[in-house]
């Protein structure tokens, strides 16, 4: 456990610091906030609970975060508190461009500075689409300060052509459809009118719904509260409740790195398994483990995934949509049911996992399996290794197609997302269905941002065939409502000089998923020969935050964190403010 798990409560509150001294310098703390009209009552002695709201009218997922953030207020009230509202950078999947995950880093910075900077006992952490829940947990980890994570539920399913549809999996199945002419442009319209009928994040086993119950299982959230429907009012219930629990982490002084143990990421990992998760929860673990310096790497998530079977039966791993595995239990009944395989941790919520969970209803045996009579017998995302990925890929075994699984292909290689716009619809393109289409230049230095790109159209000559899945193999990420037989995070990526950047086009590939192994058929001399004359591509941006996040992102099998962000062992990553304060007035 790092110093910064049990940072502060042992001296009293940290605000305390800052507005509860009898001199000039509490004097003018204190005046800040009255200038905005709170009483000296409303702020002698009471923890300071700042609200990090990552609400944005361009993140339509988050665009309730202002209703949710007054039910938190009112829980921290309730318990005796000051809710302090504070706002972050948002990252919408949807509107911001080249990727979110670029720009992750840059939000977990913000969250941290902000919670180190200023006069805050806890903080309730507002987070819904795909990269705002780690953003936030990554920066309020650094930071040291006790944290509770709300997040904002599921969207409403849209309807469309009298069924239930999720966000994204869908959608991917209808572009396939309209791209193959199976579909007329009127009922694309159509679509498009019916996709996005409330707020929320994605309904299905996206990155989103991924992340945030795996937030449960680490304990940095209240127990049952990931899967509550965004418009349902229980949601807001849960915001309130989770504001007064900041208060008693503020008194009790226990860091989110309290809580973020090894125990907590096995956990963690095998509910990711159990789910059919998101393989971006791959990415985001790693991240947060390096922060919380816990030593995780991807042989731990393979160790987990050969022993936990596929239990929730939801898009794009099954059938069903966020709201289904609300009413079936949500991740409380799952984690009951994975009970024999977890470890007993601390919550947020004051009591133990085990404790929080008791109550849970059982497995309904559709929309959440048992362990006797699971989706898949094991892990939904491998692990692989091979000459074409030395530190590591990764592929969603549940989302991919059994026949594909064990498979030799000649490469088709594409030199980014530009040489794939141009060619892929190409007629004249030399390939078929036994094919492996490699896609290189989009990982976390390449893209830069390592886009979800990775899940690559079927070139529409062969979907004309009937042909729906290939093997596709790129340093990208793909969404988590994606699917297909799809190998992911290839590392070291094509743009530092990896393996994928020698491919040629026709070289034989092989996946071997039940041997863990993707290999580049090729002798390895061969494979140095080329190697040896790699020129990296020039960097996309000369200055700014796009030069430093080129000079500093880490590997895919690192969490693509920035190298300066992970946590120093054995050292707290927080400055005391103490030092700060006694001369403030040279520095106001
Ligand atoms: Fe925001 Fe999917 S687009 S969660």
Redesign the pocket.
């Known amino acids: 456990m790092t110093s910064a798990a049990t940072a502060r409560g042992a001296g009293g509150l940290r605000s305390a610091r800052w507005f509860g001294t009898p001199d000039l310098s509490g004097l003018i703390h204190r005046s800040a906030l009255r200038a905005e009209g709170f009483t000296r009552e409303a702020i002698d002695g009471r923890p300071v609970i700042g609200v990090c709201n990552s609400w944005s009218e361009l993140?339509?997922?988050n665009v309730h975060f202002r209703a949710l953030a007054h039910s938190v207020q009112r829980g921290v009230l309730r318990a005796g508190g000051l809710p302090l509202e504070f706002p972050t950078i948002s990252l919408?999947?949807?509107l911001m461009k080249p990727t979110t995950m670029l720009f992750r880093n840059l939000m977990a910075m913000d969250v941290e500075e902000s919670l180190r900077a200023y006069p805050i006992d806890a903080t309730v952490l507002i987070a819904?689409?795909?990269k705002t829940v780690p953003a936030q947990l990554m920066g309020a980890t650094s930071a040291g300060v006790p944290a509770i994570m709300v997040t904002g539920g599921p969207a409403q399913a849209a309807v469309f052509q009298g069924r239930e549809l999720g966000?994204?999996t869908d959608l991917w199945r209808y572009l396939e459809d309209y791209r193959a002419g199976r579909m007329s442009d009127s009922e694309f319209g159509q679509l498009e009118a019916a996709l996005g009928p409330s707020y929320g994040?994605?309904n299905e086993m996206?990155?989103?719904l991924t992340m945030t119950s795996v937030v449960e299982a680490l304990g940095m959230s209240l127990s049952g509260s990931a899967s509550i429907p965004a418009v349902d009012a229980r949601r807001y219930a849960a915001a309130e409740a989770a504001g007064a629990r900041a208060v008693d982490l503020a008194h009790e002084g226990r860091a989110a790195g309290y809580f973020l143990t090894r125990e907590a990421f096995d956990n963690a990992i095998t509910l990711l398994m159990a789910l059919g998760g998101s393989t971006n929860a791959v990415i985001h673990l790693l991240a947060l483990a390096g922060r919380a310096d816990v030593d995780l790497t991807l042989d731990r998530f393979r160790e987990i995934a050969e022993h936990t079977p596929v239990l929730a039966n939801i898009r794009p791993s099954g059938e069903y949509l966020g709201e289904h595995l609300h009413h079936a239990g949500g991740v409380p009944t799952l984690l009951k049911e994975l009970r024999p395989l977890l470890h007993d941790v601390p919550t947020v919520g004051g009591t133990t996992l085990f404790q929080a969970i008791r109550s849970a209803p059982d497995p309904d045996g559709e929309v959440i399996k048992t362990l006797s009579e699971p989706m898949r017998p094991d892990g939904a995302i491998v692990a692989l290794r091979g000459s074409l990925a030395p530190d590591g890929a990764v592929i969603k075994v549940s989302a991919a197609s059994e026949r594909l699984l064990s498979h030799r292909g000649r490469a088709v290689v594409f030199d980014g997302i530009d040489d794939l716009s141009a060619r892929i619809d190409d007629p004249d393109l030399d390939v078929d269905a036994d094919s492996v289409l490699v896609l290189r230049h989009v990982g976390p230095v390449g893209a830069p941002g390592m886009p979800e790109w990775g899940a690559l159209p079927i070139p529409k000559k062969l979907l004309s065939q009937g042909v729906d899945d290939m093997v596709r193999i790129s340093d990208a990420r793909m969404s988590g409502t994606a699917f297909g037989t799809v190998v992911l995070h290839v590392a070291p990526e094509s743009s530092v000089g990896g393996p994928l950047a020698a491919v040629r086009s026709g070289d034989p590939i092989v996946l071997d998923v039940e041997s863990r192994l993707i290999d580049l058929d090729v002798p390895r001399q061969e494979i140095d020969r080329r190697l040896s004359g790699f020129e990296p591509p020039p960097p996309l941006f000369g200055r700014g935050y796009g030069a430093m996040h080129a000079a500093h992102v880490l590997q895919a099998d690192r969490g693509c964190d920035l190298d300066f962000l992970v946590a120093v062992p054995g050292e707290t990553p927080e400055r005391d403010p103490v030092g700060m304060l006694t001369g403030w007035i040279g520095g106001w």
């Open positions: 993140v339509n997922c919408g999947e949807q819904g689409c795909d966000v994204g994040h994605c996206g990155t989103a």
